[in-house]
């Protein structure tokens, strides 16, 4: 944990962007990096964003305990119940740089598929749909 990191005296640097080149951080020598920039580290690595989309839902009339997945002839898209009626539907995997908001197409995908698998959907509540690049070689 973070104490137990600090008391053996490992340095944290918060906020700060980081170039990674040839063994060096910000130009300072490394014996070992971990690049966790995801996406981040796209100027430097053979990156390519994989597009993903999830919507949130509230639907008391659903009673999924478990997660369950979906053999979908585009995307292979799962239900993950949540605490408090939520469910989680995702997710979209589009070969793309685009992160802005959600597309008509891919929300009524993800929606419809939801609703195949439970008719209690219907009435669901859409809380959010969010988008994001995943980090791909
Ligand atoms: C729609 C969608 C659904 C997903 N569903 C799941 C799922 O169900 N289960 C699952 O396991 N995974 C899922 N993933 C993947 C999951 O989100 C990623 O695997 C996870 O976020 C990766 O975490 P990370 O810390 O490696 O990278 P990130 O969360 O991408 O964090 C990278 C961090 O690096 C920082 N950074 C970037 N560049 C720099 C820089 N130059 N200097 C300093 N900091 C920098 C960023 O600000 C960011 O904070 C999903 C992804 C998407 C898009």
New binding site residues.
Partial sequence: SYSMLNRRKVKFVFN?????KNGEINNRPFDFILD??????KKEQLLRG?????ARLYAPEVNLTRPVRLMHPRYPI?I?PKPNNEY?I???EIESQDSGPATVRSTLELLSAAYTVHSGFAEGRLLGV??????AF
């Fill in positions: 700060q962007r980081v170039t990674i966790c920039r995801g996406l981040g580290a994989v597009r993903g989309e999830v799962y993950a989680v995702g997710a979209t969010q988008t994001g690049l995943r980090p």
